[in-house]
């Protein structure tokens, strides 16, 4: 079935233009996205959280764009704890969207999965009432162009779920090794507040969650279980629940 369409005369990103904004992940990372291990303890985790820190203000049946939506393992999750109308992928990694298609197809909600960049103009304003934007904007070097996006893409008070790895964790040995991303835009926790203020979203500090996960510390947490070795101490993950103002 089919949700939300692109917009006519709208088209996916070209070819040069993706060049130019998107640094493909490695084989190593596009297979780790399809682990056990990121569903069930990043993904997951995240929806679970993200759900406790709405705290009853999800809008009723909302249109959910899920933004950045890789291979699509979020919809089932989506379609469980949101109850929503539609539910639209996009990414702008091509074979991430072949699979995203075939968990839409799964689903008994209406959803589609659409190539594109998340910065792109590609939907008509306010197509969308919840945009869950998980693991994205580390990914982006195009991220308030991405925000400005997304709060054209919302009605008033629309809500946006923001997910994100900082810099502590993306910049550690392991990460650099095994992954790619674009160099110099990962923010620490404080970084993606702003950037979200900046483009306009509002939240209080109830609507903030920070972590350091046992999977994003050294070593997986066992350096600091076994007292060896210093841990990271500021937060690796952030997740902001925002509003467009009413
Ligand atoms: C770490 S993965 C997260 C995938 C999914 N959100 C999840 O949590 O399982 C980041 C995804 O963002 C996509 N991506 C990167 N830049 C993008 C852009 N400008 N527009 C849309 N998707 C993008 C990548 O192709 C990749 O699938």
Known sequence: ??????????????????????????????????????????????????????????????????????????????????????????????????????????????????????????????????????????????QQETLAEFYRLLPPGGVLLVGESCRSFIQSIPVRLLFRHPAMVQKDAQGYIDLLRDAGFVFTESDIQTSRPWWSRRCLGMAQKLGIGRDITEPTEILIVAKKPE
């Not at 709208?10 to 233009?17: D, E, G, L, P």
């Not at 909600?109 to 934007?133: M, W, Y």
């Open 1 to 142: 079935m089919s949700a939300n369409k692109p917009a006519a005369g709208s088209a996916a990103t070209s070819a040069s233009r993706q060049k130019a904004i998107w640094v493909r992940e490695t084989r190593f990372g596009r297979w780790f996205l399809s682990t056990h291990t990121w569903y069930r303890y990043v993904l997951s985790q995240a929806i679970i959280d993200f759900k406790g820190l709405l705290a009853g203000r999800l809008p009723a049946q909302p249109r959910i764009l899920d933004a950045g939506c890789g291979q699509g393992m979020a919809f089932g999750l989506l379609e469980q704890h949101f109850q929503p109308a539609t539910i639209t992928g996009i990414d702008i990694d091509g074979e991430q969207i072949r699979k995203a298609t075939a968990a839409a197809a799964e689903l008994a909600t209406p959803s589609t999965a659409i190539h594109g960049s998340a910065s792109e103009a590609i939907f008509p304003a306010e197509s969308f009432d919840l945009i869950l934007c998980h693991q994205l904007l580390h990914h982006s070097s195009q």
